[in-house]
């Protein structure tokens, strides 16, 4: 691929997933063996959730990112139009195109909050309205994994109300499945899609490939995960042992200020991988490793073993505080907890996910602090 012949490496490759679904069942299993029986709490019984936190909620969230459009000079007109319309002005401002990042991320709240809105009273019409925004904005910044955070966030809330059974979700696959493949199709012209938000002229070209096509560019990981295995076997590149995984978490943290020409060290791992490819066009066409590389090249295969082992005890153990959730905010909470980990599975990057996660715990952090003053939330 990309004229890097990694074909010897497929074995090696499979291989480690092999190590990371044995791992991750383990993990599960371990702490199931382990648990105490809980009292399971029927979602039927939960209190109506607040319609006010999710309108304000999601206003800022909007406000946050029109913010941001304005002070990166980013049209706004191409950001909620798509770019559709042809609009390729530009707002002039002297702050740099790259924006206020933690402006933008406060897109990451409309998860939880749209998910904390099929609680409410809210009308179907005022529901479809506030994530129909939504998805314009993420499709905006040309990302999927947003939308399928979302989707997965509404399937298991759909099948924890109606009870899962096979019927439950053979009838939720009939909706979901159109939806994904949709998905594809349209997000094959992200890159259109962020040119015109930054008012790069651009034609919206047919994407002619099979659907089958599309699913396999769409789910290509395992390819960048065996050019990463090629390159630090042949090159005898060492492990990470944390700089990529952890290191890179406080570096995004701390100010740029604090390093040398105001400018933050790249991810080693994200170079190593762009670097093995030994092709430019690799390098921007998005091929990324996922989680079971990222552990790779940290600690190799046993960085795979600890890491989904971790997460699958992990998983069991949020698995069981959603079985028992004692209200509204609690049960989504571990929803999006668990729904959270699809981006940390398919990105790789933990950076990433960390600071995507932090946005999306927000909304729970300001609810748990009114609730430690005493602050009623009254439908």
Same mark, same amino acid.
């Given at each position: 691929?990309?004229?890097?012949?990694?074909?010897?490496?497929?074995?090696?490759?499979?291989?480690? %997933?092999?190590?990371? $679904?044995?791992?991750?069942?383990?993990?599960?299993?371990?702490?199931?063996?382990?648990?105490?029986?809980?009292?399971?709490?029927?979602?039927?019984?939960?209190?109506? !959730?607040?319609?006010?936190?999710?309108?304000?909620?999601?206003?800022?969230?909007?406000?946050?990112?029109?913010?941001?459009?304005?002070?990166?000079?980013?049209?706004?007109?191409?950001?909620?139009?798509?770019?559709?319309?042809?609009?390729?002005?530009?707002?002039?401002?002297?702050?740099?195109?790259?924006?206020?990042?933690?402006?933008?991320?406060?897109?990451?709240?409309?998860? #939880?909050? $749209?998910?904390?809105?099929?609680?409410?009273?809210?009308?179907?019409?005022? +529901?479809?309205?506030?994530?129909?925004?939504?998805?314009?904005?993420?499709?905006?910044?040309? !990302?999927?994994?947003?939308?399928?955070?979302?989707?997965?966030?509404?399937?298991?809330?759909?099948?924890?109300?109606?009870?899962?059974?096979?019927?439950?979700?053979?009838?939720?696959?009939?909706?979901?499945?159109?939806?994904?493949?949709?998905?594809?199709?349209?997000?094959?012209?992200?890159?259109?899609?962020?040119?015109?938000?930054?008012?790069?002229?651009?034609?919206?070209?047919?994407?002619?490939?099979?659907?089958?096509?599309?699913?396999?560019?769409?789910?290509?990981?395992?390819?960048?995960?065996?050019? /990463?295995?090629?390159?630090?076997?042949?090159?005898?590149?060492?492990?990470? %042992?944390?700089?990529?995984?952890?290191?890179?978490?406080?570096?995004?943290?701390?100010?740029?200020?604090?390093?040398?020409?105001?400018?933050? #060290?790249?991810?080693?791992?994200?170079?190593?991988?762009?670097?093995?490819?030994?092709?430019?066009?690799?390098?921007?066409?998005?091929?990324?490793?996922?989680?079971?590389?990222?552990?790779? %090249?940290?600690?190799?295969? $046993?960085?795979?073993?600890?890491?989904? /082992?971790?997460?699958?005890?992990?998983?069991?153990?949020?698995?069981?505080?959603?079985?028992?959730?004692?209200?509204?905010?609690?049960?989504? $909470? %571990?929803?999006?907890?668990?729904?959270?980990? +699809?981006?940390?599975?398919?990105?790789?990057?933990?950076?990433?996910?960390? !600071?995507?996660?932090?946005?999306?715990?927000?909304?729970?952090?300001?609810?748990?602090?009114?609730?430690?003053?005493?602050?009623?939330?009254?439908?």
């Amino acid at each position: 691929m990309f004229g890097n012949y990694i074909w010897d490496y497929y074995a090696n490759t499979i291989l480690n %997933y092999t190590y990371a $679904l044995t791992s991750f069942f383990l993990g599960y299993l371990l702490f199931l063996n382990k648990r105490k029986k809980v009292k399971l709490i029927s979602i039927q019984n939960y209190e109506k !959730f607040s319609i006010n936190f999710v309108r304000v909620g999601m206003l800022i969230g909007v406000l946050a990112y029109v913010l941001w459009g304005i002070t990166s000079g980013k049209s706004l007109q191409n950001i909620f139009l798509l770019g559709l319309l042809g609009f390729q002005d530009k707002v002039n401002t002297a702050v740099e195109l790259g924006g206020n990042n933690y402006l933008k991320l406060m897109i990451e709240i409309f998860i #939880p909050i $749209l998910s904390l809105a099929l609680f409410t009273s809210m009308k179907k019409i005022e +529901f479809s309205f506030w994530l129909l925004i939504t998805i314009v904005i993420y499709l905006s910044q040309g !990302f999927r994994y947003r939308i399928v955070l979302l989707l997965i966030s509404f399937s298991l809330i759909y099948l924890f109300r109606n009870k899962v059974s096979i019927n439950k979700i053979l009838k939720l696959s009939l909706l979901v499945i159109p939806i994904l493949i949709l998905l594809l199709e349209f997000t094959q012209y992200r890159k259109s899609i962020r040119q015109s938000v930054v008012g790069i002229q651009t034609e919206f070209q047919v994407n002619d490939r099979p659907i089958f096509d599309t699913l396999f560019a769409s789910s290509r990981n395992y390819l960048a995960n065996a050019s /990463l295995i090629k390159y630090m076997v042949e090159e005898n590149i060492t492990y990470g %042992y944390g700089d990529t995984m952890i290191m890179q978490v406080f570096i995004r943290m701390m100010p740029s200020s604090m390093f040398n020409n105001g400018v933050k #060290p790249d991810p080693r791992g994200l170079m190593i991988s762009n670097k093995s490819w030994g092709n430019r066009d690799a390098m921007y066409a998005g091929e990324a490793y996922d989680a079971v590389g990222g552990a790779y %090249y940290e600690l190799g295969s $046993l960085g795979v073993i600890i890491f989904f /082992l971790l997460l699958g005890f992990i998983v069991g153990y949020v698995n069981r505080k959603m079985y028992s959730a004692k209200n509204v905010e609690q049960f989504v $909470l %571990y929803v999006i907890i668990i729904s959270s980990f +699809f981006q940390l599975l398919t990105r790789g990057y933990l950076p990433q996910f960390f !600071f995507t996660f932090g946005f999306m715990m927000l909304p729970f952090i300001i609810i748990k602090l009114r609730k430690s003053k005493k602050v009623v939330i009254h439908v």
